[in-house]
């Protein structure tokens, strides 16, 4: 006897250039306006693509609510200017202008992070555009290009 087919509906993408949308199984949209990123992430965008970006978040998902979670999480950390968690095999965690912001504060990244998200887009660029900001964020940037470390004695 043969196995009856059994027809499976599956997320669907459609992607514009500016705004990504995620139709579940359920029919449920997700929209992903990438005009609320910082304009500072384009060249990232440019060398892997937006759509490929936002799959990136969820390749790990064991199922279609916990994709849409990671994705969801990963443009929230997108908006914030953040092109990528911190990971365990290192890698970079935060821009240098978050990184900075809490250093101003004297906060947590986390908290700096969660704090931006409370503001609109140009709000969060004028934030990040602060001179103190700005004039931190470069004496970061230039100690993340000085240090090297040499980890053959490791092997």
Same mark, same amino acid.
């Given at each position: 006897? *043969? /196995?009856?087919?059994? +027809? &499976?509906?599956? =997320?669907?993408?459609?992607?514009?250039?500016?705004?990504?949308?995620? #139709?579940?199984?359920?029919?449920?949209?997700?929209?992903?306006?990438?005009?609320?990123?910082?304009?500072?992430?384009?060249?990232?965008?440019?060398?892997?693509?937006?759509?490929?970006?936002?799959?990136?978040?969820?390749?790990? *998902? /064991?199922?279609?609510? +916990? &994709?849409?979670? =990671?994705?969801?999480?990963?443009?929230?950390?997108?908006?914030?200017? #953040?092109?990528?968690?911190?990971?365990?095999?290192?890698?970079?965690?935060?821009?240098?202008?978050?990184?900075?912001?809490?250093?101003?504060?004297?906060?947590?990244?986390?908290?700096?992070?969660?704090?931006?998200?409370?503001?609109? /887009?140009?709000?969060?660029?004028?934030?990040?555009?602060?001179?103190?900001?700005?004039?931190?964020?470069?004496?970061?940037?230039?100690?993340?290009?000085?240090?090297?470390?040499?980890?053959?004695?490791?092997?």
């Amino acid at each position: 006897m *043969a /196995k009856a087919k059994v +027809e &499976r509906k599956t =997320m669907s993408y459609e992607f514009n250039g500016d705004v990504l949308s995620i #139709e579940t199984s359920a029919g449920i949209v997700h929209s992903f306006d990438f005009g609320d990123v910082p304009e500072e992430l384009d060249a990232e965008f440019m060398a892997l693509g937006r759509k490929t970006k936002m799959a990136n978040f969820a390749v790990n *998902a /064991k199922s279609e609510a +916990e &994709r849409i979670e =990671m994705i969801q999480t990963g443009f929230e950390r997108l908006k914030d200017g #953040e092109w990528e968690k911190e990971r365990e095999g290192g890698g970079p965690t935060v821009s240098a202008e978050v990184e900075a912001l809490a250093k101003i504060k004297g906060k947590p990244v986390a908290a700096i992070q969660k704090a931006l998200q409370a503001y609109d /887009k140009a709000t969060r660029a004028a934030i990040l555009a602060n001179a103190k900001v700005v004039e931190e964020a470069a004496k970061i940037k230039a100690a993340r290009e000085s240090v090297t470390v040499d980890l053959g004695d490791m092997v």
